[in-house]
């Protein structure tokens, strides 16, 4: 007699389903045909066709009842469809991907890079407006010219003079030169400023070439020019002209200059001329006590004795220096001129008076006196030398 279980009819019919099952399986490994051993590429395409594979052993799953209103579902492809799929079309997008993503990176890049010059010229054009507004609107040329002559003449020392008689060499001197040294003397004494574009006192100042104009009209010179240039052309025509290429005025250059002369520099200035003089004055001698090379005119910084002086002025003469932080002189000293006094000499000096012959003198009668009369020479006209 069997067991217990055997008897059981359900343990039984499960035993039965499990041993079919069991010679099911076995039957169909048997029928499979043995794999090939694949290479890796194989391995690599057939991946998706192993999952398909799985999925068709897998017991199929349970879907949902469709109600009539949702579409039809769609067919299961076969497995060799899916197999195809995934081989062909993960390698061309993985490339197509690359091959559009470069190109979009540079459009992005490119106008980064327009945007940052665009901010760098706003920057730049802000920058040049800013430097640009004080040049864009300068002051009228005649106030500054008055603002700058009212704070240069505030930081000066006052105007300079000395007496004629404090030069060593007034007392040899003709009465032309003389009389042109006085005048521009008097006109240090009037407390005259450096205003430029002047060439009478009445305006209260002149400039270097106005007061050397003004100084030679008064002298009976009628047909001087009015600015450094033209007095420079002037005065190498019709004077006597001394080029000085020294720079020390002790030098052997120097030592035929005496009072009266006109000194001309270039440089003090920018300035468009032909020749390009832009300073003139006039040479007053040597100072006693201080034994200094003098000369009188107008400058807007000259110095005398150490101190700045703005103005009509007595000056000391002094070669052109470099400014501090300068290692050449900007301005230069051309020379000395000796003006042509001769014509103005005749036109000033007056025509001196003849002496008149005295009167026979009435004698008494029988006087012993002589018959004849005694007669005076007649005074000769002095003429002066010029210089």
Known sequence: MPPAPFRNPV???LLIAILFAATASAQETSERPKKKKRTTSETT?????KKAADEEDAPPKKKPAASEGDAEPSKKK??????EEPAATPKPRKKATVASAEPEKEPVKKKQVEESNADADEADAASAKLHKKPASAPAPET????ARSAAGKAASAPNASVEPDQIVEYAGLSGSIRTLIDA??????????YTYGSADPANGGMDCSGTIYYLLRQAGFKDVPRDASGLYSWARKEGK???VISKKADGFEFSDIKPGDLLFWNGT?????????????????TEKGRNKRIMAGASDGRTYDGKSRWG?????FVMPRPRPGETMAKADFLGYARIPLQGAEKAAEPEPATAAEPKEEEKPAGSSASKGHSQRPKAKRSVKSSD
């Open 241 to 243: 002209f001394f080029a």
């Open 184 to 193: 521009a003397l008097a006109l240090t004494k009037q407390n005259l400023t």
């Open 143 to 146: 106030p500054s010219k008055e």
């Open 269 to 285: 200035y920018s300035i468009d001329r032909d020749p390009p003089v832009t300073h003139v004055m006039i040479y007053l001698g």
């Open 312 to 316: 009509v002025s007595v000056f000391d």
């Open 11 to 13: 343990f039984l019919r």
């Open 45 to 49: 395409e057939s991946k998706p066709s």
């Open 78 to 83: 076969p497995a060799a469809a899916s197999e």
